[in-house]
């Protein structure tokens, strides 16, 4: 059974690099018909899929964050990343990660707090 | 972008109630829709896949209903472990999109 685990900072500078890592557990990232996903949710608000990445390298940005983000991959490791860069206030919330079957997002991880504060 | 519009945005009912959730599509979406449910502190978890799917575990009280534009979630007979807030989510185009979300208390 597919498991993913978010790790990273808890407080990020404003103007600054937000980088999480989503490890993956009980399958490998390298599995075919799969895109790795972000999805954030700011503090008593909605979520917001952020972007995918692909075994291949193929990556798909929400278009409202395309200019800042970076989704890398780690096969190695077994590991998908976020990068998010210029951050302000707005960026703050739950960051999840989550496997994507053609649109179709489950399991989840379990959601890590990132705060944008000086 | 899609956008997902739920109603109500939150009800409160009673253990035994019948409850009903809708979300409308800016566009048509066939049956590409998920539902999902998510209590306080945690992270989403999926019910509903296809429109009216159920996921594996889910309790066949709660049923999905709906295709193109406008969509239903129905949970009779509420239990405790129901009071949460519900999120549709389409899948049709990217970038997903969900719904505002739909806070079900208790009365």
């Known amino acids: 059974q597919v498991q993913l685990q978010e790790s990273g900072p808890g407080l990020v500078k404003p103007s600054q690099t937000l980088s999480l890592t989503c490890n993956v557990s009980?399958?490998?990232?390298?599995?075919?018909?799969?895109?790795w996903t972000w999805i954030r949710q700011p503090p008593g608000k909605g979520l917001e899929w952020v972007g995918y990445?692909?075994?291949?390298?193929?990556?798909y940005y929400n278009p409202s964050l395309k200019s800042r983000l970076n989704i890398l991959l780690d096969m190695s490791e077994n590991q998908f990343s976020l990068k998010l860069s210029s951050v302000t206030a707005a960026d703050t919330g739950v960051y999840y990660c989550?496997?994507?079957?053609?649109?179709?997002?489950?399991?989840w991880g379990q959601g890590t707090l990132v705060t944008v504060s000086p | 972008d899609i956008q997902m519009t739920q109603s109500p945005s939150s009800l409160s009912a009673s253990v035994g109630d019948r409850v009903t959730i809708t979300c409308r599509a800016s566009?048509?979406?066939?049956?590409?829709l998920a539902w999902l449910q998510q209590k306080p502190g945690r992270a989403p978890k999926s019910l509903i896949y296809?429109?009216?799917t159920l996921h594996s575990g889910v309790p066949s009280r709660i049923s999905g209903s709906g295709s193109g534009t406008d969509f239903t979630l129905t949970i009779t007979n509420l239990q405790p472990e129901d009071f949460a807030t519900y999120y549709c989510?389409?899948?049709?185009?990217?970038?997903?999109?969900f719904g505002g979300g739909t806070k079900v208390e208790i009365k």
């Open positions: 989550a496997r994507d079957a053609s649109g179709r997002v489950d399991p």
């Open positions: 009980g399958g490998s990232i390298t599995s075919g018909g799969y895109f």
């Open positions: 990445i692909h075994f291949t390298g193929i990556t």
């Open positions: 566009q048509g979406i066939r049956n590409n």
């Open positions: 296809a429109a009216s």
């Open positions: 989510q389409q899948y049709d185009l990217y970038p997903l999109t």
